[in-house]
């Protein structure tokens, strides 16, 4: 909520193939962008989770900068109505100049956005005004085909392989009946990004992110300090390792620190998460992770 | 204009005794603000040189900041018209909390703001959109007093010193007229800081900035491109030494550098404008200068 000297305000960027997506927009988000120095040419949507200055005022900037690389495609805006009346009043206010189209997204709880193979869901949270936080979930892949099992079965190349490897059932010339799963492995698990902030602690947070394989959390305040954070609509770092630990996520991203703790001090908000969730990591500006695919 | 790694957009802060003033508020001012480790109680007023998002962004994290530190004043926004309209967007769409008075002062030529021994003065510069300098002007401060020169003059030490270090003129009982001067050295000049950008080059510059003991001055491209320079309403750095040698300023500090020269192409701008004015310094971020009196 307040920058501190090496803490900028809250974003998140997840790079997917060849889309961006951004979560929140924080002042010196565009900053960031720059020193990552990333060989980027779009971003394909934002994300934002409420209409407080700390999640938005790095907008303009972003919408700004990227007027700088080439692109055809809109660009999504995800976010509460208020984020439509703030964009457009800035392109008036500031003459921003932007050689893109932007297209509004209301956010609801539901998928809000789609591309091939994954979606991104919003879902409420619970702070001092609307608030949600969103998933990007990728759909089940299909399982590996085995060209030797085939083979071995003696189905013959071409028509009938692209039929089981598209998960249908043939039937062979000596009226065997082979079912894809006898040359296919098993549909594998896509993968699950989360994003959390900002909100009070409440137990179905964990069903929204269920299974994430990172959870993006804030974790502002440490455990003794859980009647603060209530009060403010907020969680302390212990109550975002109650959400990773319930929804089977496999790494806690710890964010939205209370600038009342210093970077040393930020110890206390790992430990407490650690207490209930030992895959917590403390993110600072510009970390970054990598998400294999399961398999 | 855009940021680079190390780059954050435009601003400047001037302390003087208990006052501090800040000049443009682009993205990441309260960043950098955090970074110097002032310990500042308030920023007394706020000047924006015009509605381009490189020079306000920054601003809604600035008055968030200000509600941080204990404040009874009111902060005083000098400003084009619109600038109001974007603090009351502003607040109004993201509930910004601000514990103080805003009060906002259309910006026109002449003084904008004053306080004890200084005006803030506004000039007019040639931008895509309108736009003013500002000059910090101190008053002429009387002479130095020398109770020696007033001893051997035999003038008794009260009231009548008082009278003579308020510039008046005493009749003792002798019969002599003392006149302030035989007691006080030459009024002395107070200082002067100008701030200028975004703007095209234009002789009348000098006039404005004359006497400056520091020159804030956009230089944004290096000689050889002047006329992309016209075109877009900017300077080059060879304009601002110009500038800076007219208006018989004693330190240029050039600012506000396209993002087509990396840090060490900054050189480029530098030689360009010491050709006209040696004393021309390449401002990084967060540099800070110290103008001393001047006696």
């Known amino acids: 909520m307040m920058p501190l000297p090496g803490r900028f305000l809250t974003s998140v960027l997840v790079r997917r193939d060849g889309d961006l997506f951004l979560f929140d927009s924080g002042e010196g988000t565009q900053v960031s962008m720059k020193m990552l120095n990333l ?21 303009p900037g972003i919408l700004m900068l990227s007027s700088q690389v080439d692109r055809t495609e809109p660009l999504y805006i995800v976010g509460p109505q208020k984020l439509r009346d703030y964009v457009e009043s800035s392109r008036r206010i500031l003459d921003m100049y932007i050689n ?49 099992k085939a083979e071995a079965l003696g189905i013959p190349r071409g028509k009938l392989w692209g039929m089981l490897q598209n998960g249908g059932t043939v039937e062979l010339e000596d009226g065997r009946i082979i079912d894809s799963s006898m040359v296919m492995g098993e549909a594998r698990d896509g993968r699950k990004i989360s994003y ?75 430990r407490d998460a650690k207490e209930v969730f030992p895959d917590t990591v403390l993110t600072k500006d510009r970390m970054t992770f990598a998400v294999p695919l399961k398999d």
């Not at 934002?46 to 938005?56: C, G, L, N, R």
């Not at 009060?231 to 089977?248: F, P």
């Not at 790494?251 to 703790?261: G, K, V």
Request: with cysteine; charged share 25%; glycine share 6%.
């Open 100 to 148: 893109y189209e932007i297209r509004f997204i209301p956010v609801e709880t539901g998928v809000v956005f789609s591309g091939d193979g994954f979606t991104i869901q919003a879902f409420p949270l619970i702070h001092t005004k609307p608030c949600y936080g969103y998933a990007l979930v990728e759909e089940r892949r299909k399982g590996e085909f085995f060209p030797e």
């Open 39 to 59: 060989k980027w040419k779009k971003i394909s949507a934002v994300f934002i989770s409420h209409m407080h200055a700390d999640h938005v005022t790095g907008l």
């Open 196 to 270: 959390v902030t900002d909100t009070a602690y409440f137990e179905s947070i964990a069903d929204y992110v269920h299974d994430s394989d990172i959870l993006f959390c804030e974790g502002m305040f440490e455990k003794a300090l859980a009647a603060t954070a209530r009060e403010k609509r907020h969680m302390t770092s212990y109550e975002a390792g109650l959400v990773a630990r319930d929804s089977c996520s496999r790494i806690l991203c710890l964010q939205h620190y209370s600038p009342r703790y210093s970077d040393k001090e930020l110890k206390i908000l790992e």
